[in-house]
């Protein structure tokens, strides 16, 4: 039997391997591959997942994992509101010890497991179901399959509630804790139970026995919705072989719901749109689209594109599916559909608007609905017989209010047949659907108007002339203009201001036109906007100002200067569609694959990862209920800002920056941002950064900030992130480094310049004395003079000697020590001293044991750090064997702290070496091997020694991604400290050489040749 478990989960891993490869599905659901095998998956009190994969504990708060390791196979789990978690041992695994049998409990205070033994659960393979729940601190109702009984954690007594005899099953399979407070759920294969625990602490139970128990068992897990909703999978035994289908139990009746249902169930939740969801054991994700009825079942890789869904649990319309490819969660998006508001809209794709009694308006073939709240009303409406004209034709006209009391919903215009065109509108007082039509003209467009009225590009039917007519209901009201009528045409729309002008735009052609005070006038377009996917955008801010788009590009214009401003550039998106603004002050632009949205002058976009159907977008909408609509061709779509409230978690990796720059070079610091749960994918987060007491920078992108011309001394950078819903990081992510000063403004260097001015102060001194005072020795005072000046030439020349090699030295040892000591042992003591402070302050002893711990364990560090530091400086080994095996044993320490591969040769008879030149040949060694960590991106590395008779070489070569002759140029000759200029100009001094060879993509090669000298 345990061969055959095997067997069907390497089975499973295979299939959900083959699925993870599958991008993330979009919407609701997010995927979380790090979180590996989650077999059982539960929420904590704080919404965090709970999920253990019988190897590893893992709780996940959105951002972070943390992970605690199990040297038990647990079964159920459950986290308390101590923040402890519980679980039961699983009696197959043969992992516990023999004489072990019960719970076990994690507490993070101590970081350890303790077993709890049950003799109830002694023998018992209770195995991942779902066993006990907790009605009291430390008190347990739990089953093992035999009966339900309490437990006393503390005095470890229990207490019997029932036994399967008791009610004529064969066994219990699981415990369920009920919506109402003191009810929990039993399970049995013939039926359920209902638990109850009043005031006095008293157990009653009722059975609800399974409708033809003596030929149908109960088979798996439940879906327990509430104490009134609960889904079982229902064995047939009376067919052979067996069938299967789901009842459904509802107050305390049975319904049956499908005829064939081959799905184990292991657990399910509802949604906020009516969908009973439900996943299965081997079998993936289901969802039951009108539970009640006689429904249709969809395999979950229709929907998430994994094979393989283990277990789910739910909360407030989030749900955590465990699968074999990893961890899913499913949560309410950004944008939604219908049925968010009213599950009976769901079907109804085609969202018209909303009229002035608050009524939303659908359309289906066939069919108009009106639907307020949970009251739906449909229409029979031949027009609508062909729902694709709803896909095509302009909706300009949806929903607006006619002065006579009615409602145009629709502008109807056959295409194939000019005959039938009219208006559709509504009789609220009649309640009544009805067509508006004009025998002598036919409307080709109509547009809201101002005051109740439509706009309508009409064309006669005699003499096919078109006209722009206003209409309220009753009269059609011409507008005169020879030089507009002149210039429209069947794709012209027409936009009016609250000044009163009328815009004439056709986005297929220009110039465009204005009826300012009956008067006509032209107005030229942006340059180049004409393409073949053009845009039809229009919107007059709350502020006045006029905003159109034009093909991919939306402008605003500016009526003083007659000329237009780019805002926002949709190229990707294949042309502007429509422009909205809401009274937070947002700009909602539709383009045709994305909609976006401007805020506080930051845009974000939205697509299908936020929940929007993958089709064309044709307009948005605002209803009477300030709910925000977006249209497309497929479907409709409802905004929920409240979906998504947490803010993203920004970060500044330390092994991607550095935190000291040498001046006058460009600093490039990066950073990185998750939102919680996914909910904003990475690249659609904006990051905004502010350096020392600066402004804060825009929003972009681009996850780094370049920073040129900083001021030497100690910086402090701060950066935050924002999701596409507006919500922003509560703490920026902070990063301090300094900029150290030009080499001649050192201390040291101008204390030597200083001196040496002095001296030769002085000596002018003495010379002008001399000059003036000594008149009768002109022989004398020119041979003096030409003493004192060859004097004065050595002594320079010696003391620039002296001042360079003092610099190079001081310079690159001082930084090395400084940041030493800052990066390890100086914070390392601040922290300790904090600590200290903090233990001064602590009452319990557990807890000053627990930061006595932390203190001593930090003070190791410190000294570990001190211990490499002197390493570091002195190595012991370069002196007592040699330089061949302290090269080895460097390669040694490269590959244990960065992962990389060296491999190190030495050829030749190895010589005696001046402590000097092998200090300096070890150093330089350990330089290569630095800049291949940092910059090559390599993966191997080889260290050559080779002795010769009169020379010793180094040769130091990788396989990572090499750089140009330019490059090589600017690695020399800009890298500080002990880099390769510095390499190059001591090899130089020595009499040796420093040779670079270098291509793109396949390596680096530098070899450093130094000449022997006598010990």
């Avoid at 925000?628 to 947490?646: E, I, M, R």
């Avoid at 100009?985 to 420093?994: N, V």
Wanted: hydrophobic share 35%; with cysteine; charged share 25%.
């Amino acid at each position: 039997m345990k061969t055959e478990i095997h067997r069907y989960f390497l089975l499973a891993v295979l299939i959900g391997a083959s699925s993870v490869s599958h991008a993330q599905h979009p919407g609701v659901w997010r995927y979380f591959p790090e979180i590996t095998l989650p077999f059982v998956v539960n929420f904590t009190p704080e919404g965090y997942a709970l999920i253990h994969n019988h190897e590893t504990v893992f709780i996940y708060d959105g951002y972070e994992v943390k992970k605690i390791h199990v040297d038990s196979r647990l079964g159920a789990i459950q986290q308390d509101e101590q923040g402890r978690i519980w679980s039961v041992y699983n009696d197959h695994s043969q992992i516990m010890p023999p004489d072990f049998y019960g719970m076990i409990l994690y507490d993070p205070a101590t970081e350890q497991w303790q077993r709890f033994p049950i003799p109830d659960l002694q023998g018992k393979n209770i195995g991942d179901s779902d066993c006990f729940e907790f009605y009291e601190p430390n008190q347990l109702i739990l089953t093992n399959h035999e009966k339900f009984f309490t437990y006393d954690l503390k005095t470890g007594e229990s207490h019997d509630i029932l036994r399967r005899e008791d009610v004529s099953h064969e066994f219990f399979l699981s415990l369920n804790k009920g919506s109402s407070e003191g009810v929990f759920w039993g399970i049995g294969d013939q039926g359920i139970l209902r638990f109850t625990r009043n005031t006095k602490g008293e157990w009653t139970w009722r059975n609800y026995p399974l409708p033809g128990a003596d030929h149908r068992k109960v088979q798996w897990y439940p879906v327990v919705l509430s104490d009134q909703e609960i889904y079982v999978r229902v064995a047939e035994l009376n067919d052979e072989p067996p069938s299967y289908f789901l009842m459904r139990f509802h107050g305390d009746r049975w319904e049956k719901l499908t005829q064939n249902y081959p799905f184990h169930l292991r657990n399910g939740w509802a949604d906020s749109l009516g969908r009973i969801w439900t996943s299965g054991w081997l079998a993936g994700l289901i969802y039951l689209q009108e539970p009640g009825k006689e429904i249709k079942t969809i395999e979950g890789n229709d929907i998430l594109g994994l094979t393989l869904c283990h277990s789910a649990f739910c909360k407030d319309d989030v749900a955590l599916i465990g699968s074999v490819g990893g961890l899913m969660r499913h949560a309410p998006a950004l944008w939604q559909p219908p049925a968010k508001l009213n599950p009976q809209f769901s079907g109804y794709d085609k969202v018209l608007g909303s009229d002035e009694q608050g009524n939303l308006w659908f359309a289906k073939p066939g069919q108009l609905i009106r639907g307020q709240g949970k009251e739906m009303q449909r229409y029979d409406w031949k027009t609508m017989d062909r729902i694709e004209d709803l896909q095509t034709i302009n909706l300009d006209l949806q929903c607006h209010p006619l002065a006579d009391g009615r409602t145009v919903l629709y502008l109807y215009k056959n295409f194939w047949d000019s005959s039938q065109n009219q208006l559709t509108v509504y009789d609220a007082a009649a309640n009544l659907i009805q067509s508006v039509t004009r025998p002598d003209k036919i409307f080709e467009n109509g547009f809201p108007g101002p005051n109740k009225t439509i706009y309508l590009i009409c064309k006669d039917t005699q003499t096919n002339l078109l006209s722009l007519e206003q209409f309220d209901g009753a009269t059609y009201q011409p507008i005169a203009d020879e030089n507009a009528i002149s210039d429209l045409d069947n794709k012209t729309r027409v936009f009016y201001t609250r000044s009163g002008d009328i815009w004439l735009l056709n986005f297929y052609r220009g110039p465009y036109g204005m009826i300012r005070k009956g008067n006509y006038q032209t107005i030229e377009p942006p340059v180049n906007h004409l393409t073949e996917t053009p845009g039809n955008a229009f919107l007059e801010r709350s502020d006045g100002t006029i905003w159109a788009g034009f093909g991919y590009v939306v402008y605003e214009y500016d009526p003083d200067q007659e000329t237009w401003k780019q805002q926002l550039d949709c190229t990707e998106d294949i042309g502007v569609r429509e422009m909205l603004e809401t009274e937070d002050g947002s700009i909602w632009v539709v383009a045709r694959k994305r909609i976006y949205r401007l805020k506080n002058g930051i845009w974000v976009y939205y697509n299908y990862k936020e929940g929007l159907p993958s089709s064309t977008y044709m307009s948005i909408f605002k209803d009477r209920q300030q709910h925000l609509w977006a249209v497309s061709y497929t479907s409709d779509s409802l905004f929920c800002p409240d979906a998504d409230s947490d803010p993203p978690l920004v970060a500044i990796p330390e092994e991607e920056n550095n935190h000291q720059f040498l001046p006058n070079v460009n600093i490039r610091i990066t950073f990185t941002a998750q939102d919680r749960w996914k909910y904003t994918d990475t690249e659609k987060l904006q990051y905004s950064y502010c350096l020392d007491e600066g402004d804060w920078s825009p929003y972009s992108y681009d996850p780094f900030a370049v920073f040129s011309d900083v001021d030497p001394g100690n910086h402090r950078l701060q950066v935050t992130a924002m999701d596409v819903n507006y919500n922003h990081a509560v703490t920026p992510a902070v990063w301090e480094f300094v900029v150290s000063e030009p080499w001649y403004k050192e201390p040291g260097f101008m204390i030597i310049m200083t001196l040496a001015s002095l001296v030769i102060i002085m000596l002018l001194g003495l010379l002008v004395f001399r000059y003036f005072n000594l008149t009768k020795l002109v022989a004398e005072r020119t041979e003096h003079l030409a003493n004192a000046n060859e004097q004065l030439l050595s002594h320079r020349e010696k003391l620039q000697a002296l001042t360079s090699e003092l610099f190079l030295i001081e310079e690159r040892e001082r930084r090395k020590l400084a940041t030493d000591l800052h990066d390890s042992i100086s914070q390392s003591l601040s922290l300790s001293m904090l600590e200290l402070s903090s233990l001064a302050k602590a009452k319990a002893v557990e807890e000053i044991k627990e930061q006595a711990a932390h203190i001593r364990k930090r003070l190791d560090q410190t000294l570990q750090s001190t211990r490499n530091m002197t390493y570091q400086l002195c190595p012991p080994l370069l002196y007592q064997a040699g330089l061949g095996p302290a090269i080895a044993q460097l390669a040694e320490e490269f590959h244990t702290h960065h992962g990389l591969v060296i491999d190190c040769t030495e050829s030749g008879e190895s010589a005696p070496l001046a402590d000097e030149l092998r200090y300096f040949l070890f150093r330089a060694t350990r330089e290569l091997l630095v800049n291949i960590t940092k910059h090559a991106q390599a993966s191997h590395g080889n260290v050559w020694l080779a002795w010769a008779t009169e020379s010793i070489r180094i040769q130091v070569s990788d396989d990572g991604i090499g750089f140009t002759r330019q490059e090589t140029r600017n690695h020399v000759s800009d890298q500080g400290g002990y880099g390769l200029f510095g390499l190059r100009e001591r090899a130089t001094r020595m009499g040796g050489e420093l040779e670079i060879q270098s291509i793109p993509k396949q390596g680096t090669i530098v070899s450093l040749t130094i000449p022997l000298r006598e010990k």
